[in-house]
């Protein structure tokens, strides 16, 4: 009954902001009007979704402490933007990630890079609904707690994104994401981690697994996948571009990224804290991604579990409903050019949207896949052009074509990487695909910057009555 309720809050808040919506620009980036708070509300709450919390726990279970490397990069990167980016990407004037490719290197570049933001995000929010009724095993016994199956649960809980969303747009997001960061924040750093650390003996725990920076299973081979797979999402993406777009001025975004570092940062720490309390207190788990909810199911008293039920479903659904106006924001746009279509018909994508994540959970059951693929896209694709062009501050930049070869060679790159334990047996390598296809898109982003762009061709200037006046003056 909490959950209902609490899904009834979400939807009440989505009904609140409506008049927010009411054209393009409201929708998709709120109005460009959210303070640096709410940036970094958003951003922090949309990064903490299920991999943060699901495979995070999964990794720090299995290697220790080290593992905190793959949700810790992301809240360095955010650093990075903050620190770096923010201000350039706000000043810019684009409306989404393939904008600002567009902006810089042409409509083929836009084209492109909308068409990879789409999939990413349909990936995304897939991985979001299919963690989410993962979740629910611990948290209420069974996938199946309000229908009858898993796929129905997975669909009810599509419907209640896709209305929240569709009726409150980014700004209904940026509301939301306030409340549920406060129920996270309350229920994981407040409630459970506090229980977590008074019951643990992490002197129970295997040798070297409080063990920085790294840890014997976790060397720097892996602090560098992770530095790339999940760090260089944090610098730049879809979302990342939506919600710094968004905010009111270049300081806001600027103070968004670094609030949304120190509060990722902060629950980064507290899942790595509480996975190794899990470890230490319930050894030997099959399912190793569960580790932080269980505990939480055996520390707590029913009232107070359901708090923390909360805390983990909050987590879950602030990264779905970003993930949809993302998507929809770059497929009405920058793929369909909808520029002046109306509200209305934009929500239609983005129900398309959802209902394609939708598809994509029930069709697998590798949580752990859904996400490889859905970085290793991004990463491995746009992230390294965008930073090349952020970085240089239109100093210097690469032809359009360097561009496109970029992307071309990271996905190309990446995708046989991981196709080469199939193509030769035996075949092993402690490297990404994401970490091979950055390094050759970042080679030929490299080897642009000596072809500058051409110049663009003078035109011959019209004369006029006035001009040759001014002509004979001077020659007198």
Known sequence: ??????????????????????????????GRGLSAFEVGMTLAATAFGGSAILIASRMIYTLGLAGLWFSGSVALGFGVLGLGFARRIRASGAVSLADYYRIHYGAAAQRIAS??????????????????????????????????????????????????????????????????????????????????LFHADF?????????????????????????????LSGVVGGDVFSKILSARDERAARGGALTAAAAFGALAVAIALLALCARALLPGLDQPELAVLLLGRRLLPPALFEIVSLAFLSALLSTGDSVLITGATVLALDVLKLRRASVGRIRLLTLGLALAGLGLALYTHQLLEIMKFGYTLLTASLI??????LALAGRRKPRAGFVLAAIGAGLGAASLWKAAPLLAAGFKSPLDPATIGVGCS??????????????????PRRVTATSHATLDRRSR
Not at 16 to 29: H, I, K, P, V
Not at 173 to 195: D, E, K, M
Not at 384 to 389: E, G, L, N
Not at 442 to 459: D, I, N, S, T
């Open 1 to 30: 009954m909490t959950i209902v309720l609490y899904s009834l809050l979400l939807i009440a808040i989505g009904y609140a902001c409506r008049r927010s919506t009411r054209d393009n620009e409201g929708y998709f980036l709120a």
């Open 115 to 196: 068409a990879l933001i789409v999939l990413v995000e349909i990936t995304f929010f897939g991985l979001t609904v299919k963690s989410f009724a993962l979740m629910t095993t611990p948290l209420f016994g069974e996938s199946r707690w309000l229908v009858h199956s898993e796929a129905g649960f997975e669909a009810l809980i599509t419907g209640v994104f896709i209305l929240y969303t569709l009726m409150g747009g980014h700004k209904a997001i940026a509301v939301t994401a306030i409340v549920q960061f406060g129920i996270i924040f309350f229920g994981l750093l407040c409630v459970l981690l506090p229980l977590g």
């Open 203 to 231: 002197a129970a725990l295997p040798a070297g697994f409080l063990r920085l920076p790294t840890a014997p299973g976790a060397g720097w081979t892996f602090i560098l996948n992770m530095g790339v797979l999940m760090g």
């Open 384 to 389: 390294v052009p965008a930073i090349f062009t």
């Open 442 to 459: 970042a080679a030929v982003m490299a080897a642009g910057l000596f072809f500058p762009p051409h110049p663009a061709p003078m035109r």
